[in-house]
């Protein structure tokens, strides 16, 4: 039966690929009518379902702002491009009217509103069709969204409402909803990925363009450790007893060679833990086309996420070629980039993880968990355990994948460098993934590390004043949802 459903899934998924909705917050209730007709059947709620999963694809959430507020924002990537919003970005200017910001907001709480309605409507479901089995793996798959979303907002805006049901009113009272505490906001997210985790199977069969696709078990307990860890008290023995879940999957997740991971060629493999499926053609990745160099891209206008002299100098440093020539390209420009060159033929680097531009119509798939990244996070809980030699083992695993010797004594001679040496391996392991900004806030040197950055624009020969502060850690709430929701309160500007 398990089967059957995969292949109702996939034929609904094929169908409502070809027409991509709208996803932006949409604060009009859900009527009676509405609410009570269309999720009668199986074949409903399933088509729900593929809805919810497809706010990883639609608009911009997945494919292009994880990007900004994590590697842009950061010591990774310079903004590139012509953007003045995105230089904001790069540069710790981020106003409330920033424009992104509303989109990213907006297209995550919709996102939210559609595993909310299937949370709430799974169990309301007669039709015989729909088994037990499917039942519980359904609402599984939807609380792991709604913990995945409401994980991306609480790390960039702290405390934020938090909205657990469907809107049916259009009263003050029921969308005025205030900022819910950041600590709470965790509650939530650990809460629905522990059900999640018991809801959902290691598997949905031998298929892996399902198993990556979906939520798993796996998926559950990665990502609830990912929380634990990033909460702000973090809990390290749960965030190991998480690890040791995926590690024990039937699901055999490992790593692969790293150049497969970034080659274009070896989507849903053994290290996926789960990725954004992207077909191609009119269900496209547009991320792409706008990272990769005219030789790639078939283009000739300015790039944007352009990597920082810094993080080239980084893997430089660590004779890191390996990760290196996976995830950035340089070529020959007809551009002027302040920072490499600043004359037109200066060669500059690109991003370079998504190999595949097709005309804003890729199939590179995004990767949203993976085990490397796991692997590292297992490093970092035992090192703040104080299990530094079992923390140095998991380090070197990665660095063995990426043919770099194993950790020198000096590397982990006490927990403090130890700590260090981990947060530089995740940086070179997860470039343009979307996790940098978050690696700094959790490790405490946010701050000190954009207020040390030297990065010289060429146009002055003067150093970058990033002119980092506590308050810039969080994002602004967008200026047009303070201006709808009376009852929010903006961060600290």
């Not at 297992?378 to 104080?386: D, Q, S, V």
């Amino acid at each position: 039966m398990i089967m059957k459903y995969n292949k109702i899934l996939i034929a609904i998924l094929l169908t409502i690929s070809i027409i991509s909705c709208e996803d932006y917050l949409d604060l009009s209730p859900i009527s009676a009518e509405t609410s009570g007709n269309a999720y009668e059947s199986a074949s409903q709620i399933e088509a729900a379902l593929v809805g919810a999963y497809e706010s990883f694809q639609s608009s911009e959430y997945y494919v292009w702002d994880n990007v900004l507020f994590q590697d842009v924002r950061s010591d990774n990537c310079y903004a590139g491009g012509d953007n003045p919003e995105i230089f904001q970005i790069d540069y710790l200017e981020v106003t409330p009217t920033n424009s992104r910001l509303f989109t990213h907001w907006s297209n995550i709480y919709n996102a939210i509103s559609k595993a909310n309605l299937i949370i709430e409507k799974i169990d309301q479901i007669s039709d015989p069709l729909l088994t037990p089995e499917r039942r519980q793996q359904i609402k599984g798959e939807a609380l792991f969204l709604r913990a995945y979303h409401y994980f991306t907002l609480v790390k960039l805006w702290g405390g934020v409402p938090l909205i657990t049901n469907t809107i049916t009113s259009v009263d003050a009272e029921s969308v005025n909803v205030a900022r819910s505490s950041a600590q709470d906001v965790y509650i939530q997210i650990t809460t629905d990925l522990d059900n999640a985790a018991i809801l959902l199977p290691d598997t949905y069969g031998n298929d892996t363009s399902v198993n990556k696709a979906r939520a798993t078990a796996g998926a559950a307990h990665a990502l609830a450790a990912k929380a634990y860890a990033q909460k702000q008290n973090p809990d390290y023995n749960v965030v190991l007893n998480h690890i040791n879940a995926v590690e024990t999957s039937t699901a055999n997740y490992t790593l692969i060679p790293f150049s497969d991971l970034f080659d274009g060629n070896h989507y849903n493999n053994a290290e996926s833990i789960i990725e954004v499926q992207y077909l191609g053609g009119v269900e496209g990745n547009y991320g792409p086309q706008l990272l990769l160099p005219p030789s790639v891209s078939g283009d000739a206008w300015r790039k944007f996420a352009t990597p920082s002299v810094d993080l080239v100098n980084a893997f430089d440093l660590l004779g890191d070629t390996v990760r290196k020539n996976a995830s950035i390209l340089f070529e020959e420009v007809q551009w002027v980039d302040e920072f490499w060159g600043n004359a037109p033929g200066s060669s500059i680097p690109f991003s370079y993880k998504w190999k595949n531009a097709n005309g804003f119509a890729s199939s590179d798939h995004p990767y949203l968990i993976r085990y490397g990244d796991i692997v590292l996070l297992k490093a970092e809980a035992l090192n703040e355990l104080g299990q530094l030699e079992l923390a140095a083992t998991e380090v070197n695993r990665i660095r063995t994948r990426a043919l770099l010797p194993d950790l020198t004594s000096e590397e982990k001679s006490s927990q403090s460098v130890l700590r260090n040496t981990i947060l530089k391996e995740r940086r070179l392991e997860l470039f343009q993934e979307g996790h940098r900004f978050d690696d700094l806030v959790r490790y405490n040197v946010a701050i000190s590390t954009m207020n040390n950055l030297v990065e010289i624009d060429l146009r002055n020969n003067s150093p970058v004043n990033y002119n980092m502060t506590e308050a810039k850690i969080l994002l602004p709430i967008p200026q047009q949802e303070l201006d709808r929701n009376p009852a929010l309160i903006q961060n600290p500007l």
